[in-house]
């Protein structure tokens, strides 16, 4: 992190190793604190740093391949609010944030139809691991909450 390396990514394994090494000393110092610090460090990851690509399902049923960090990040703006509809989607909600200037797909124009190239949709592993870390967040957030309470 920090100085950009020419759109350098490092490998993925340098991340899991300072999880590792943070799991580790968590389970050799009983440290339940920083067992919770290493899950909300990866749910972190997987949500803004993880090197992936953006995998924004197009209609014709190919994924986009440009590279971006974070699961919940895509390459560019229609494909971010593709994947932010999908994200609320796959928590069964309706996304509150959309725009309703933007462009309607479904209008019947004649002439200049704005077709949306893309259609909402996640891989199934990004479904499965956003999930994963959302809920790892949210037990994060209860065990520091619990901690606070009773230290
Ligand atoms: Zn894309």
Redesign the pocket.
């Known amino acids: 992190m920090g100085r950009r390396r020419r759109r350098g990514r490092e490998p993925g394994y340098v991340w899991w190793i300072a999880f590792g090494a943070l799991v580790v000393a968590a389970v050799l110092l009983g440290a339940w604190r920083l067992a919770l610090i290493a899950l909300l460090a990866w749910c972190l990851y997987e949500f803004s740093l993880i090197p992936t690509v953006?995998r924004?399902m197009t209609r014709q049923g190919f994924a986009?391949h440009?590279h971006v960090r974070g699961r919940l990040y895509?390459?560019?703006s229609t494909?971010q609010q593709v994947k932010n509809d999908a994200l609320w989607r796959s928590a069964g909600l309706r996304n509150p944030f959309r725009r309703a200037s933007a462009p309607d797909p479904n209008r019947d124009t004649g002439v200049v139809v704005y077709s949306p190239a893309v259609r909402a949709r996640l891989a199934q592993s990004d479904r499965v691991i956003v999930t994963l870390a959302g809920a790892g967040s949210l037990v994060a957030i209860a065990g520091a909450i619990l901690g606070l309470v009773r230290p």
């Open positions: 953006c924004v986009c440009e895509a390459c560019s494909h």
